[in-house]
């Protein structure tokens, strides 16, 4: 470590030192951290020190922790695109995969459990209901070869689905359709979405499914459906890893 780096508190220093070694090539992807009593004599520094190096690395995505074997430097590259679509099924989130800018057909499956909840305070405000109101909560995993690569809980309100064929999403005759599917099966016309897509740390849960670091980035979509007359029929959280995927939007133009 350089003078420049004084100013630095010393778990900082190391850190920036193993990823320039990483940026550099000196530690492959793939390749095992130094241990911490490694890191201890290499940087003279405490236990407690080295741990936290190692920990911001891990938060940043440049390192990964496998059980029993060590910490390892992870491939930071993106996966690919994940191509949002309009016109096939969207529940919540539809996808296609291209990588390298090519779609590769690799198809997006999904597994989902559903149960009946009461609204959570922030999302009452979203489907235009009371907190605590009767919801279908459904969480899902969308996996490509098998891997997850994006999460998703959306929310319906009772009051609209409750009774109906079309109230648990993924069970019954019309699952699978999708939101604006399902909807019209009992006489309801979804006309619009709207995505705010942002970004924020991973929790302890999402990381552990996606295969990154709790607090590492990931970009975090919250979308809504509306009938045509402005009502909020469902409402989700997407999360995708901020380092591996992209998010592509098709915008056709009218006229």
């Known amino acids: 470590m350089g003078e420049a780096d004084e100013s630095k508190p010393v778990y900082q220093r190391i850190a920036d030192d193993l990823r320039q070694q990483i940026d550099e090539g000196t530690l492959p992807v793939g390749a095992r951290i130094p241990s911490r009593s490694e890191l201890k004599r290499a940087y003279e520094a405490s236990d407690q020190t080295v741990d936290r190096a190692v920990r911001v690395l891990k938060s940043g995505g440049y390192a990964e922790g496998q059980f029993g074997r060590g910490v390892f430097v992870t491939d930071r590259a993106p996966v690919g695109t994940l191509l949002r679509s309009t016109g096939a099924v969207d529940s919540p989130f539809a996808a296609s ?48 070869d098998r891997r997850p690569v994006q999460l998703a809980t959306s929310w319906e309100p009772l009051e609209i689905t409750e009774g109906t064929d079309v109230m648990c999403p993924e069970r019954g005759p019309y699952a699978r359709r999708g939101v604006r599917g399902r909807l019209a099966a009992i006489g309801i016309r979804v006309v619009r979405a709207v995505e705010l897509v942002g970004a924020r740390p991973a929790t302890g849960p999402e990381a552990e499914t996606l295969g990154c670091s709790p607090g590492q980035c990931v970009t975090a979509v919250e979308r809504t459906h509306y009938d045509e007359d402005g009502r909020a029929v469902e409402t989700s959280d997407i999360v995708v890893r901020a380092d591996r995927w992209r998010l592509e939007y098709g915008i056709t133009f009218a006229g």
Do not use: F
């Open 97 to 144: 995969i291209a990588c390298m800018g090519k779609e590769t057909g690799s198809a997006v499956v999904w597994e989902a459990t559903s149960t009946t909840s009461q609204a959570p305070e922030k999302i009452a405000v979203r489907l235009g209901i009371e907190p605590d109101d009767p919801v279908m909560c459904t969480q899902y995993e969308y996996l490509a």
